[in-house]
Protein backbone atom coordinates (compact mmCIF):
# COMPACT_ATOMS: atom_id res chain seq x y z
CA UNK A 1 0.00 0.00 0.00
CA UNK A 2 0.94 3.32 -0.94
CA UNK A 3 0.52 6.54 1.22
CA UNK A 4 0.53 9.92 -0.17
CA UNK A 5 -0.38 13.09 0.82
CA UNK A 6 -1.65 15.57 -2.03
CA UNK A 7 -0.95 19.15 -1.16
CA UNK A 8 -4.46 21.13 -1.52
CA UNK A 9 -5.51 24.63 -0.61
CA UNK A 10 -2.46 26.75 1.28
CA UNK A 11 -1.77 24.35 3.82
CA UNK A 12 -4.14 21.20 3.17
CA UNK A 13 -3.11 17.86 2.46
CA UNK A 14 -5.54 15.46 1.28
CA UNK A 15 -4.40 11.63 2.16
CA UNK A 16 -4.27 9.49 -0.56
CA UNK A 17 -3.83 4.90 -0.08
CA UNK A 18 -3.29 3.16 -2.80
CA UNK A 19 -2.54 -0.75 -4.02
CA UNK A 20 -1.38 0.45 -7.49
CA UNK A 21 -5.05 -0.11 -8.66
CA UNK A 22 -7.48 1.16 -6.53
CA UNK A 23 -7.03 4.42 -4.08
CA UNK A 24 -8.81 5.81 -0.95
CA UNK A 25 -9.27 9.77 -0.33
CA UNK A 26 -9.31 11.02 3.22
CA UNK A 27 -10.84 14.64 3.37
CA UNK A 28 -10.89 15.58 -0.28
CA UNK A 29 -11.40 19.57 0.35
CA UNK A 30 -10.81 19.84 -3.19
CA UNK A 31 -11.61 17.43 -6.17
CA UNK A 32 -8.32 18.82 -8.39
CA UNK A 33 -5.62 17.14 -6.16
CA UNK A 34 -7.24 14.04 -6.46
CA UNK A 35 -8.59 13.90 -10.25
CA UNK A 36 -5.01 14.67 -11.05
CA UNK A 37 -2.86 11.68 -8.89
CA UNK A 38 -5.19 9.54 -10.23
CA UNK A 39 -4.79 10.55 -13.49
CA UNK A 40 -1.65 10.32 -13.40
CA UNK A 41 -1.14 6.67 -11.65
CA UNK A 42 -4.01 4.70 -13.45
CA UNK A 43 -5.91 4.47 -10.39
CA UNK A 44 -9.77 3.82 -9.87
CA UNK A 45 -11.30 5.83 -7.02
CA UNK A 46 -12.31 3.01 -4.05
CA UNK A 47 -14.04 4.81 -1.69
CA UNK A 48 -13.93 8.61 0.32
CA UNK A 49 -13.24 9.15 3.92
CA UNK A 50 -14.33 12.40 5.59
CA UNK A 51 -13.18 13.14 9.24
CA UNK A 52 -15.25 16.27 9.75
CA UNK A 53 -17.90 19.06 7.91
CA UNK A 54 -15.66 21.71 7.35
CA UNK A 55 -15.48 22.69 3.72
CA UNK A 56 -11.62 22.24 3.26
CA UNK A 57 -12.59 18.79 3.82
CA UNK A 58 -15.49 17.77 2.10
CA UNK A 59 -15.60 20.69 -0.59
CA UNK A 60 -14.38 17.85 -3.13
CA UNK A 61 -16.68 15.06 -2.33
CA UNK A 62 -19.63 16.18 -4.94
CA UNK A 63 -17.48 16.89 -8.12
CA UNK A 64 -15.33 13.11 -7.44
CA UNK A 65 -18.76 10.73 -6.72
CA UNK A 66 -18.85 10.48 -11.35
CA UNK A 67 -15.72 8.53 -10.79
CA UNK A 68 -16.20 7.06 -7.28
CA UNK A 69 -16.64 2.97 -7.56
CA UNK A 70 -17.29 2.37 -3.83
CA UNK A 71 -18.49 3.94 -0.65
CA UNK A 72 -18.53 7.33 0.85
CA UNK A 73 -18.26 7.25 4.79
CA UNK A 74 -18.28 10.43 6.76
CA UNK A 75 -19.68 11.52 10.87
CA UNK A 76 -23.00 10.41 11.71
CA UNK A 77 -23.29 13.21 13.83
CA UNK A 78 -22.37 16.35 11.30
CA UNK A 79 -23.97 18.09 7.77
CA UNK A 80 -21.65 16.00 5.35
CA UNK A 81 -22.21 16.01 1.29
CA UNK A 82 -24.50 13.29 0.75
CA UNK A 83 -25.32 10.37 0.39
CA UNK A 84 -22.41 9.09 3.01
CA UNK A 85 -22.38 6.02 4.82
CA UNK A 86 -23.18 7.47 8.71
CA UNK A 87 -19.44 6.20 11.19
CA UNK A 88 -19.72 6.81 14.97
CA UNK A 89 -17.31 4.95 17.67
CA UNK A 90 -17.49 1.52 17.46
CA UNK A 91 -18.11 1.47 13.63
CA UNK A 92 -15.93 0.14 10.86
CA UNK A 93 -15.41 1.36 7.57
CA UNK A 94 -13.86 -0.93 4.74
CA UNK A 95 -12.01 -0.32 2.01
CA UNK A 96 -9.26 -2.03 -0.03
CA UNK A 97 -9.57 -4.93 2.01
CA UNK A 98 -8.73 -2.40 4.96
CA UNK A 99 -11.33 -2.10 7.79
CA UNK A 100 -10.72 1.05 9.86
CA UNK A 101 -11.99 1.21 13.22
CA UNK A 102 -13.93 4.83 13.80
CA UNK A 103 -13.16 6.86 16.81
CA UNK A 104 -15.07 9.64 18.13
CA UNK A 105 -12.90 13.04 18.91
CA UNK A 106 -15.03 15.88 19.32
CA UNK A 107 -14.03 19.31 20.03
CA UNK A 108 -12.83 20.82 16.52
CA UNK A 109 -16.24 19.95 15.57
CA UNK A 110 -18.44 18.37 17.63
CA UNK A 111 -19.43 14.98 15.23
CA UNK A 112 -15.31 14.56 14.57
CA UNK A 113 -14.38 11.58 13.85
CA UNK A 114 -10.87 9.53 12.95
CA UNK A 115 -10.35 6.21 11.00
CA UNK A 116 -7.60 3.93 12.65
CA UNK A 117 -6.01 0.78 10.70
CA UNK A 118 -4.03 -1.84 13.24
CA UNK A 119 -2.29 -2.19 10.15
CA UNK A 120 -2.43 -6.03 9.63
CA UNK A 121 -0.12 -5.95 6.44
CA UNK A 122 2.18 -3.01 7.87
CA UNK A 123 2.52 -0.05 10.08
CA UNK A 124 -1.01 0.66 12.29
CA UNK A 125 -2.21 3.88 10.88
CA UNK A 126 -4.49 7.24 11.76
CA UNK A 127 -6.30 9.56 10.22
CA UNK A 128 -7.65 12.60 12.52
CA UNK A 129 -8.55 15.39 10.67
CA UNK A 130 -8.10 18.90 12.51
CA UNK A 131 -7.62 17.43 15.58
CA UNK A 132 -4.48 16.15 16.53
CA UNK A 133 -1.86 17.97 14.68
CA UNK A 134 2.52 17.15 14.45
CA UNK A 135 3.00 18.91 17.61
CA UNK A 136 -0.51 20.74 18.09
CA UNK A 137 -4.09 20.39 17.81
CA UNK A 138 -7.34 22.16 16.44
CA UNK A 139 -9.09 24.77 17.54
CA UNK A 140 -12.34 24.31 19.43
CA UNK A 141 -14.96 25.47 17.29
CA UNK A 142 -17.62 23.50 18.46
CA UNK A 143 -16.12 21.86 21.61
CA UNK A 144 -14.53 22.19 24.90
CA UNK A 145 -11.25 22.11 26.31
CA UNK A 146 -12.15 18.64 28.50
CA UNK A 147 -13.25 17.10 24.61
CA UNK A 148 -10.45 17.92 23.14
CA UNK A 149 -8.12 16.64 26.21
CA UNK A 150 -10.26 13.34 26.25
CA UNK A 151 -10.18 13.07 22.54
CA UNK A 152 -6.52 13.85 22.44
CA UNK A 153 -6.41 10.84 24.82
CA UNK A 154 -7.87 8.82 22.75
CA UNK A 155 -5.78 9.22 20.09
CA UNK A 156 -2.51 8.99 22.33
CA UNK A 157 -3.20 5.56 23.51
CA UNK A 158 -3.08 3.96 19.39
CA UNK A 159 0.22 2.07 19.13
CA UNK A 160 3.82 4.47 19.26
CA UNK A 161 4.25 2.93 15.28
CA UNK A 162 0.25 4.69 14.34
CA UNK A 163 1.35 6.55 11.46
CA UNK A 164 -0.45 10.22 12.18
CA UNK A 165 -2.03 11.60 9.01
CA UNK A 166 -3.61 15.04 9.80
CA UNK A 167 -5.50 17.68 7.84
CA UNK A 168 -2.70 20.53 7.43
CA UNK A 169 1.14 21.17 7.38
CA UNK A 170 1.07 23.28 10.44
CA UNK A 171 4.04 21.43 11.84
CA UNK A 172 6.52 23.87 11.96
CA UNK A 173 4.34 26.93 13.35
CA UNK A 174 3.13 24.13 15.89
CA UNK A 175 6.78 23.41 16.97
CA UNK A 176 7.80 26.99 17.58
CA UNK A 177 5.37 27.18 20.41
CA UNK A 178 5.93 23.89 21.78
CA UNK A 179 9.78 25.18 22.21
CA UNK A 180 7.96 28.04 24.05
CA UNK A 181 6.22 25.94 26.08
CA UNK A 182 8.88 23.07 26.82
CA UNK A 183 12.16 24.97 26.77
CA UNK A 184 14.41 22.47 27.58
CA UNK A 185 12.71 19.63 25.16
CA UNK A 186 15.70 18.31 22.99
CA UNK A 187 13.10 15.92 21.12
CA UNK A 188 11.23 19.21 20.33
CA UNK A 189 14.06 21.16 18.93
CA UNK A 190 15.24 18.01 17.24
CA UNK A 191 12.55 17.87 15.59
CA UNK A 192 12.16 21.11 14.69
CA UNK A 193 15.40 21.21 12.70
CA UNK A 194 14.50 17.55 10.82
CA UNK A 195 11.07 19.50 9.81
CA UNK A 196 12.61 22.51 8.78
CA UNK A 197 14.81 20.91 6.09
CA UNK A 198 11.86 18.92 4.81
CA UNK A 199 9.94 21.87 4.39
CA UNK A 200 13.10 23.16 2.81
CA UNK A 201 13.26 20.57 0.25
CA UNK A 202 9.83 21.22 -0.61
CA UNK A 203 8.23 17.86 1.00
CA UNK A 204 5.53 17.47 4.00
CA UNK A 205 6.65 16.90 7.86
CA UNK A 206 3.71 14.30 7.39
CA UNK A 207 3.05 11.43 8.49
CA UNK A 208 4.35 11.82 11.92
CA UNK A 209 3.87 8.80 14.43
CA UNK A 210 2.44 8.50 18.07
CA UNK A 211 5.32 7.63 19.73
CA UNK A 212 7.31 11.24 18.07
CA UNK A 213 3.71 13.21 19.41
CA UNK A 214 3.82 11.73 22.64
CA UNK A 215 7.11 13.40 22.56
CA UNK A 216 6.80 16.61 21.51
CA UNK A 217 3.24 17.55 21.12
CA UNK A 218 2.20 19.78 24.05
CA UNK A 219 -1.26 19.28 24.18
CA UNK A 220 -0.92 15.13 24.68
CA UNK A 221 2.11 16.17 27.24
CA UNK A 222 -0.49 18.24 29.88
CA UNK A 223 0.84 16.00 32.37
CA UNK A 224 4.32 16.58 32.44
CA UNK A 225 5.40 19.01 35.22
CA UNK A 226 7.02 21.18 32.71
CA UNK A 227 3.95 21.72 30.35
CA UNK A 228 1.77 21.96 33.72
CA UNK A 229 4.22 24.87 35.23
CA UNK A 230 4.00 26.86 31.86
CA UNK A 231 -0.07 26.70 31.76
CA UNK A 232 -0.02 27.81 35.36
CA UNK A 233 2.25 30.78 34.41
CA UNK A 234 -0.52 31.18 30.97
CA UNK A 235 -3.62 30.96 33.26
CA UNK A 236 -4.54 27.64 33.82
CA UNK A 237 -6.82 27.62 36.88
CA UNK A 238 -5.37 24.48 38.07
CA UNK A 239 -2.91 21.30 37.19
CA UNK A 240 -6.04 19.27 35.69
CA UNK A 241 -5.45 17.73 32.02
CA UNK A 242 -8.55 20.29 30.49
CA UNK A 243 -7.13 22.82 32.54
CA UNK A 244 -3.71 22.90 31.14
CA UNK A 245 -5.04 22.20 28.03
CA UNK A 246 -7.45 25.44 28.16
CA UNK A 247 -4.59 27.57 28.77
CA UNK A 248 -2.24 25.71 26.12
CA UNK A 249 -5.07 26.67 23.77
CA UNK A 250 -5.66 30.04 24.55
CA UNK A 251 -2.20 30.96 24.84
CA UNK A 252 -1.26 29.50 21.17
CA UNK A 253 -4.47 31.13 19.44
CA UNK A 254 -2.44 34.76 20.21
CA UNK A 255 1.23 33.12 20.19
CA UNK A 256 2.86 34.39 17.03
ZN1 LIG B 1 -11.58 21.75 10.42
ZN1 LIG C 1 -9.01 21.92 8.06
Redesign the pocket.
Known sequence: MNLTALPAFAD?YIWMIDDGARAIVVDPGEPGPVAEALDARHLELAAILMTHH?A??VGGVDALRPRLRGPVYGPAHEKVPLPRIACQQGDHAAALGIDFEVIDIPAHTAGHIAYFDRGRAGAPIVFC??TMFSAGCGKLFEGTAAQMYDSLARLAQLPDSTRVCC??EYTLSNLRFAQAVEPDNEDIARHAEHCQSLRAAGKPTLPSTVGLERRINPFIRCGEPAVIAAARAHGAASNGGSDVLAALRNWKNEFR
Open positions: NHDHGDGH
